[in-house]
C-alpha cells in the first residue's frame, strides 16, 4: 500500500493516463452503442471491452465462468482485490437506452488508468465484463460461478436521469406465464373450449386489485406475448412475462406468492393448466457499502459532478445487488441532464451518446480509480 501523502500524485497520474485514452474510450462508447446486442449475446461488445484490455496490459479471459460473452481481465498482483464492473446489453427495440455503452467504456477507462499502477498502489484490479444485466441476470451467474471470489470491493457507474451516489434498493423476480386451455369454434361450439385468454385476463384483474395492498414500493409488471391467433378460435394458449419488485429480497417473497396466486386464479376460473418458470435468477436489493460511497462522492464532486439532495427515484433493480451481499460495492449513478428523459426510453437511447455521456464516461472512469487508489491508502 501506498502512503496517505504519495497517493493526490499517484491519482494525478491515473487521471493523466485516463484523459490520455479519451478518443479510444469515446470511441468504444459510440462503438457500443451503434451496434446494440441483447443479452448473452454481446459478441462484438464483450470481444471489443476484451480487446481495449488487453491493449492496455491486462491479462484476459473472454468467455469464461461457462458465458461466451463474459469477460474477466486483470492487471497487478496486490493485496487489495478490487473488480470494476462493465456492462454492455441493449434491450429489445430501444438499443441501448440503459446506457450500458457508458458503463463498459466508463469500467475499461478505470481499468486502464489504475493498470500502470496497480502493484504501486498494491492493488489487484479486475475487470469483469458481466453480460445480460438487462434480466438475464448475468452477474448472479458469475457470482455462483466464483468470478466475485476473493474481491475486497467492487464497483460499477450507471448512467441516469440524475446524479446520486446510491442506488436505491429495489429486488426484483422474473418469471414467464402459460395457460394452456383447449380450442373451439368461437360461434358454433364456444361451450366445447377452454379459454386460455380469458385465464391471462382473470390474472390481469385479480393483480389489478391486489395492487391496492401492496406498498408504496412494490411493483407488478408484465406483457402479454401471446392470447389467440384469430377472434373465431377460442385460445387454446395464452403467454406472458411478468416482473415483481419490491425493496428486499425478504419483502418480495410474499409478494411474488401472491402474485403467483393472481395466475392460479386464472386457471382455476377456466379450468386451464397453469405454468409459471423464472426467466432469470431473483436480483437482490443492492447494499451500498458507505466507506467506500463516501469516498466516490468526494472524487466526484472534485470533478464537478454534483449530486441533488433528492437522490435518484426507486425502482430499478440490477443483478449488482446479488453481488452487493457478498462483496461490498458501490453502483453510483451518473446524471446526464436529459430530463424529462429517462432509463428505458428512445429519448434516453439518444443521451447515451451526447457530449454529457461521452463526459459520465470520463468523469466515471476517473472517479472509480480515484476511489480504488483511495481505498489503497486508507487500508490497514
Same mark, same amino acid.
Not at 494525478?12 to 452503442?33: K, P, T, Y
Not at 470491493?153 to 446510491?166: D, I, L, R
Given at each position: %500500500?501506498?502512503?496517505?501523502?504519495e ?39 464483450? /470481444? ?6 488487453s ?6 479471459e ?52 489504475? /493498470?500502470p499502477?496497480?502493484? =504501486? ?12 444485466e438487462e434480466?438475464?441476470g ?43 386451455g ?5 360461434? *358454433? ?10 385465464? %391471462?385476463?382473470? /390474472?390481469?384483474?385479480?393483480i ?10 412494490d ?7 401471446a ?27 410474499p ?11 386464472? =386457471? ?21 457499502? =458507505?466507506?467506500? *460511497? ?12 454534483v ?43 439518444? *443521451?447515451?451518446?451526447?457530449?454529457? =455521456? ?13 476511489? *480504488? ?8
Amino acid at each position: %500500500m501506498i502512503a496517505a501523502g504519495e497517493n493526490a500524485a499517484m491519482k494525478s497520474e491515473i487521471e493523466r493516463r485516463i484523459r490520455a485514452a479519451e478518443g479510444d474510450l469515446l470511441g468504444l462508447s459510440h462503438r457500443i452503442h451503434a451496434h446494440p446486442e441483447l443479452g448473452y449475446e454481446e459478441e462484438r461488445a464483450s /470481444a471489443w471491452v476484451a480487446e481495449a484490455l488487453s491493449k492496455g496490459g491486462f491479462a484476459v479471459e473472454h468467455g469464461c465462468y461457462g458465458l461466451p460473452t463474459a469477460v474477466r481481465a486483470t492487471a497487478g498482483s496486490g493485496p487489495l482485490h478490487i473488480a470494476i464492473c462493465a456492462e454492455y446489453d441493449a434491450l429489445p427495440g430501444i438499443g441501448h437506452a440503459c446506457g450500458h455503452n457508458v458503463i463498459a467504456a466508463a469500467a475499461v477507462g478505470a481499468g486502464l488508468g489504475l /493498470a500502470p499502477y496497480a502493484d =504501486a498502489l498494491g492493488l489487484t484490479v479486475t475487470v469483469l465484463g458481466t453480460p445480460a444485466e438487462e434480466g438475464g441476470g448475468g452477474k448472479v451467474l458469475m457470482l455462483e460461478r466464483g468470478a466475485f471470489d476473493g474481491l475486497d470491493a467492487a464497483m460499477m457507474v450507471h448512467p441516469a436521469a440524475v446524479e446520486s451516489v446510491v442506488m436505491p434498493p429495489t429486488a426484483m423476480a422474473m418469471f414467464d406465464v402459460s395457460y394452456r386451455g383447449k380450442p373451439a369454434h368461437a360461434g *358454433a361450439a364456444p361451450e366445447l373450449g377452454v379459454n386460455a385468454a380469458d385465464a %391471462m385476463t382473470v /390474472a390481469q384483474v385479480a393483480i389489478g386489485l391486489l395492487r391496492q395492498q401492496t406498498t408504496a414500493a412494490d411493483r407488478i409488471q408484465g406483457i402479454v406475448t401471446a392470447a389467440g391467433t384469430a377472434p373465431n378460435v377460442i385460445p387454446d394458449a395464452s403467454s406472458g412475462r411478468w416482473v415483481v419488485r419490491s425493496d428486499t429480497l425478504e419483502s418480495l417473497t410474499p409478494l411474488k406468492e401472491r402474485v403467483h396466486r393472481c395466475f392460479e386464479a386464472g =386457471a382455476l376460473a377456466t379450468g386451464c393448466e397453469l405454468t409459471i418458470e423464472p426467466s432469470a435468477p431473483d436480483y437482490a436489493d443492492v447494499r451500498t457499502d =458507505a466507506r467506500m *460511497a463516501r469516498l466516490y462522492r468526494a472524487n466526484a464532486e472534485a470533478l464537478g459532478r454534483v449530486f441533488p439532495e433528492a437522490g435518484a427515484p426507486a425502482g430499478a433493480a440490477t443483478d449488482m445487488g446479488n453481488v452487493s451481499h457478498k462483496v461490498p460495492v458501490i453502483h453510483p449513478l451518473l446524471g446526464l441532464d436529459c430530463a424529462p428523459a429517462v432509463n428505458h426510453q428512445p429519448e434516453f437511447t439518444a *443521451a447515451c451518446v451526447t457530449e454529457n =455521456a461521452d463526459r459520465a464516461v470520463l468523469d466515471g472512469a476517473i472517479a472509480m480509480a480515484w476511489t *480504488a487508489a483511495d481505498l489503497s491508502a486508507s487500508a490497514p
